[in-house]
């Protein structure tokens, strides 16, 4: 049986329970039956840290709501964020391919809920899960992507470009209509100071993209934020599409991830 919806909140849809992280969604309906009764409702609390980084992972958390950021240290005091997990994705895939401790902190930039399964509930259902081990690696690709074009975009591109790109990204993976981000938050993951991160709101406030009141932005013109967005949005999304379409095996799309994110950083840098 999955999970009752006064429990978990789950979306129905044909009279079947459907969650909302769409990682879960695309799973068969049996997969998704069995693994249902290991998956536990959690709130996601914003501005918390949902996973250290060199600390065992002791669970695989399925975003439903909400935003996390995965922040690379750079220093004691300070970390960047090399990528963004809405509800396309889950933190702690990595165990898919047998890594136990996280590489990455990851906070918790936008709250809302997630669903999460414990590593060795995962472990012991996963070999009889071919669809999930599919999608957890995937979720990896696009993370793996997704870095790789966020490491070249802070090299080339200018502040604005890349908050527009940040704004579009954030829109689309935690499907909020406003987005409650503070511009304190925004420098320090994004690693520029405050006044920059003000200069650019107010430029990109100016040109009637998105409103702000009371710490939340809504997105008025999405179509014009894609244009002041550097190319980096509209690759992440056709990489993200060409994933969805892949039909190779995880193993292969993690090494052409790679040699991709390579090379991408090296274009970068030239
Ligand atoms: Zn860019």
């Known amino acids: 049986m999955w999970i009752e919806q006064r429990e978990t909140g789950l979306a129905r849809a044909g009279g079947v329970a459907l969650p909302r992280n769409l990682l879960l969604q695309s799973l068969p309906f049996e997969e998704l039956e069995r693994l249902s009764p290991l998956l536990h409702k959690v709130p996601l609390i914003s501005r918390r840290v949902l996973q250290h980084a060199g600390l065992p992972i002791e669970h695989v958390v399925f975003i439903e709501e909400g935003l996390v950021s995965v922040l690379a240290k750079v220093d004691e005091s300070s970390a960047v964020e090399v990528g963004l997990i809405g509800r396309d994705g889950a933190v702690g895939a990595i165990v898919a391919l047998g890594a136990d401790r996280a590489a990455f902190s990851h906070f918790v930039q936008i709250g809302g809920s997630a669903l999460r399964v414990g590593v060795d509930d995962l472990a012991r259902v996963l070999p009889e899960m071919p669809h999930l081990r599919e999608a957890l690696h995937l979720s990896l690709h696009r993370a793996l992507t997704q870095s790789a074009q966020v490491a070249a975009c802070s090299l080339k591109h200018s502040f604005e470009q890349r908050l527009a790109c940040w704004l579009l990204t954030a829109h689309d ?27 650019a ?12 009141a009371r710490g939340r932005i809504r997105i008025l013109d999405r179509a014009g934020l894609e244009r002041i967005a550097c190319r980096c949005y509209r690759v ?17 799309l993690i090494a052409l991830s790679l040699i991709f994110a390579l090379s991408e950083i090296e274009l970068a840098v030239q």
Not at 186 to 192: E, P, Q, T, W
Not at 201 to 212: E, I, M, N, S, Y
């Open 236 to 252: 992440m999304c056709r990489q993200g599409d060409a994933v969805k379409q892949s039909k190779l095996g995880g193993k292969t």
């Open 173 to 199: 993976r935690c499907d909020m209509t406003h987005l409650p981000i503070t511009q304190d938050l925004l420098a320090r993951s994004l690693g520029v100071r405050r006044p920059t991160v003000s200069e």
């Open 201 to 212: 709101f107010k430029q990109l406030a100016q040109r009637g993209v998105f409103a702000k």
